[in-house]
């Protein structure tokens, strides 16, 4: 079967946009040509990714409870050591949601995407994407007894994250959808820098790929965003190499139990723009005809960084997305950077 993906360019997320309209004309305008699909720019509140989960999910179950607020001084986490801390109440054994603020609103941009593309803003080749956090990375203010507490978490997680994707392909038709599975708690997880996470770590990524991926019909393109997350920098956590997301792509592509359409990398801070060492495993990259997309594009230095990242990696993975890539500086997540991350 020939690759469904095959595009130059990948828009990971988030997007410096006042409203979803105006996110997905910026989106539109530039970067159309290069594309295969526009996220709705995770506007407001969804700016600090699975900010939004710690707090329009997980605060407001009853099953949780706050066991400390963010120290900052301005109220909003600055870094993940200000994040709210939650624990699940004692004596209960069983979490449940009964909808995802973040399908609820992803449906809501749809028909934003469609009234564009109707006016001829947006081109009709292009499919509505959508990213999903897994589990790990929704879940990450559970920081108070992780062990305990996680996985009665996950598995109330899992649950809705199965009725909450039957909801969204009801009501977007899936050769119009792309769905992104975002994964930077999980990396930083496996990594070891996580302070309140336990052994496990590969099994609890594992886990999340042999049971999500799946439940997405075949019509809708998947894909996977490894990263190390922005909060507040980019990486927040400088990686030795990309052994470690290597061995994430190979297995969630062998793994998911469908079609795997891309994967999308974070590259090296840019002082190693130039380091052989940091992209070498690359050579080690088995994804079949998933297209890859490496997060190389970084507003600090702009084009000439671009092409420094971009001839360093060529050395170890030919042809990669992004290559043709004119992007302009601050873009957030988009433009295969990783942009707000894991807050």
Request: proline letters at 9%; hydrophobic letters at 40%; a neutral charge.
């Given at each position: 079967?020939?690759?469904?993906?095959?595009?130059?360019?990948?828009?990971?997320?988030?997007?410096?946009?006042?409203?979803?309209?105006?996110?997905?004309?910026?989106?539109?305008?530039?970067?159309?040509?290069?594309?295969?699909?526009?996220?709705?720019?995770?506007?407001?509140?969804?700016?600090?990714?699975?900010?939004?989960?710690?707090?329009?999910?997980?605060?407001?179950?009853?099953?949780?409870?706050?066991?400390?607020?963010?120290?900052?001084?301005?109220?909003?986490?600055?870094?993940?050591?200000?994040?709210?801390?939650?624990?699940?109440?004692?004596?209960?054994?069983?979490?449940?949601?009964?909808?995802?603020?973040?399908?609820?609103?992803?449906?809501?941009?749809?028909?934003?995407?469609?009234?564009?593309?109707?006016?001829?803003?947006?081109?009709?080749?292009?499919?509505?994407?959508?990213?999903?956090?897994?589990?790990?990375?929704?879940?990450?203010?559970?920081?108070?007894?992780?062990?305990?507490?996680?996985?009665?978490?996950?598995?109330?997680?899992?649950?809705?994250?199965?009725?909450?994707?039957?909801?969204?392909?009801?009501?977007?038709?899936?050769?119009?959808?792309?769905?992104?599975?975002?994964?930077?708690y999980e990396t930083l997880d496996i990594e070891g820098v996580l302070p309140w996470t336990t052994a496990g770590a590969w099994d609890r990524f594992a886990d999340a790929v042999d049971r999500l991926p799946r439940l997405v019909p075949d019509e809708?393109?998947?894909?996977?965003?490894?990263?190390?997350?922005?909060?507040?920098?980019?990486?927040?956590?400088?990686?030795?190499?990309?052994?470690?997301?290597?061995?994430?792509?190979?297995?969630?592509?062998?793994?998911?139990?469908?079609?795997?359409?891309?994967?999308?990398?974070?590259?090296?801070?840019?002082?190693?723009?130039?380091?052989?060492?940091?992209?070498?495993?690359?050579?080690?990259?088995?994804?079949?005809?998933?297209?890859?997309?490496?997060?190389?594009?970084?507003?600090?230095?702009?084009?000439?960084?671009?092409?420094?990242?971009?001839?360093?990696?060529?050395?170890?993975?030919?042809?990669?997305?992004?290559?043709?890539?004119?992007?302009?500086?601050?873009?957030?997540?988009?433009?295969?950077?990783?942009?707000?991350?894991?807050?």
């Open positions: 079967m020939s690759p469904r993906v095959t595009s130059d360019l990948l828009l990971v997320g988030s997007v410096p946009a006042a409203s979803t309209a105006d996110a997905l004309r910026a989106e539109a305008a530039n970067f159309a040509d290069l594309v295969f699909a526009l996220p709705d720019g995770e506007t407001g509140p969804r700016s600090s990714w699975v900010g939004y989960e710690r707090e329009r999910l997980v605060r407001p179950n009853p099953a949780i409870e706050t066991v400390a607020e963010t120290t900052s001084p301005t109220g909003i986490p600055r870094h993940m050591y200000e994040t709210p801390i939650f624990r699940i109440r004692p004596g209960v054994s069983e979490v449940r949601w009964d909808s995802w603020p973040r399908v609820t609103d992803a449906i809501a941009s749809y028909q934003v995407f469609r009234e564009l593309r109707a006016a001829g803003v947006i081109p009709r080749n292009l499919r509505f994407q959508v990213g999903l956090p897994f589990p790990v990375s929704a879940l990450n203010g559970l920081r108070a007894d992780f062990a305990a507490d996680y996985p009665v978490a996950m598995r109330g997680y899992q649950e809705l994250v199965a009725r909450e994707v039957e909801r969204l392909v009801t009501a977007i038709p899936p050769e119009n959808l792309a769905i992104q599975w975002d994964i930077a809708v393109l998947v894909g996977y965003h490894l990263c190390y997350g922005t909060f507040p920098e980019w990486p927040m956590y400088e990686a030795r190499d990309m052994g470690v997301l290597v061995r994430m792509a190979n297995h969630a592509v062998a793994s998911s139990g469908r079609t795997t359409d891309w994967v999308h990398m974070a590259g090296p801070r840019y002082l190693r723009s130039e380091d052989d060492r940091f992209f070498r495993p690359l050579l080690d990259l088995q994804v079949g005809d998933a297209r890859v997309f490496l997060g190389i594009v970084l507003p600090l230095d702009g084009e000439p960084g671009l092409r420094r990242r971009q001839a360093t990696a060529s050395k170890f993975l030919p042809d990669f997305g992004g290559r043709k890539a004119e992007s302009p500086p601050g873009h957030g997540r988009s433009a295969m950077s990783c942009g707000p991350g894991s807050r």
